[in-house]
């Protein structure tokens, strides 16, 4: 139940705007007060008035309405969530870059509460570079998202790009309003990003892991209670709020700092990408180019995640990551026996929207017992399942 919040519903002019009075149903039926502030191009796909009925509140659109009250400024006061639901390409924009040129795009400014974001756009721009950057942007900021997810598009493609169900978005609300804290007490070490293995000052061997999965899982599991020790590789993220963040740079930096802090932690989350090969030997000076061409020797590094799975004590839980390209599931399983963990976390890196440095991802989650594959959705959402089956299985 959500008495006595105030979720302020930003509605934008997308055709996912008519989930929006669903939204505002389910709200209503937890026994949250919903204020909702519309754009004018929304209320060309939805009226006012039904959110009017919906809400049981006045639905605000416009800076210049005759009021006693400064209507964004009392909107953002009165908001212990501000949800923009469908948030299309424009509006994220607009709060990504400070524009406030309507009344919802304004208590966006001037909102403190957390800001929860459910993107609704053509697959093309959604994959945009400038959509993405300010994504990014808003990620650092804090804001919150819940989607999109794959399917069938207003514009006739099946692709990514619609909007959550609005039963997932409430449920995501519920979950910022009302926080699970079932990992209150645990220590959670998670690992995360590329390493970088060097050849010489300059040059170095690296892979195009951005972190942004091992940081979602961080976040996630800070914000249900976790003490969270996040060890990362370089990479251009922010560490999560009330998260102990390590850097490392090499394979065998990460390999220290991780065997050395296993040793404390209830869950171990190997989300990283240690590079395999290292150099046998690292120039002391930058190699010239004398047109011979360059010769490396390779020697291997230490496997960290098999080390954690020699090591692992009772009680302890140790998930792992598989990126593959081909075969997912056999290898998938096959690194499960090999590295003694508890559960592998599976996906395919030439699948569009789970690859490398985007915001989604589409994973199986393969243990012992089963394995269960999830939709196409955000790294956050991926976290709190992940999460989510880890607890199960400390549990049986």
Known sequence: MLNGKCVVLGVT?????????????????LHA???????????RFVAPLTFETLSGN????????????????????AADIMLVAPATAN???????????????TTAMAVTAPMLIAPA????????????RNLDILRERGALFVG??????????????????????VKRVCEVLCPRRDLEGKRVLVTAGPTREMIDPVRFLSNRSTGKMGYAIAEAAAARGARVTLVSGPVTLVAPSGVERVDILSTLDLYNEVTARAKQADIVIQAAAPADFRPAETAAHKIKKDGSG???????????????GRDKRDGQLLVAF???????????????????ADMVVANDVTMPGAGFGVNTNCVTLITREDQRSLPLMSKREVADAILDRALELMRA
């Open 322 to 340: 598989a990126a593959e390209t081909d075969d997912l599931i056999a290898n998938a399983q096959s690194k499960l026996a090999k590295k003694n």
């Open 13 to 29: 002019g997308g055709i996912a705007a008519y989930k929006a009075c669903e939204i505002v149903s389910r709200l209503k039926k």
């Open 33 to 43: 007060n919903v204020r909702v502030v519309m754009t004018e191009h929304a209320c």
């Open 121 to 132: 756009m053509n697959s093309a721009m959604y994959r945009s570079a400038a959509t993405q």
């Open 294 to 308: 360059m010769a490396l020797q390779l020697v291997p590094n230490p496997d960290i995640a098999a080390q954690l």
């Open 58 to 77: 006045q639905v605000a659109v416009s800076s210049f309405e005759h009021t006693f009250e400064i209507e964004h400024i009392s909107l953002a006061k």
């Open 148 to 169: 999109p997810e794959s399917g069938m598009l207003a514009c006739g493609d099946n692709d990514i790009g619609r909007m959550s169900e609005p039963e997932t978005i």
């Open 91 to 105: 509006i994220i924009g607009k709060i990504a870059c400070g524009i406030a040129d309507d009344l919802l795009s």
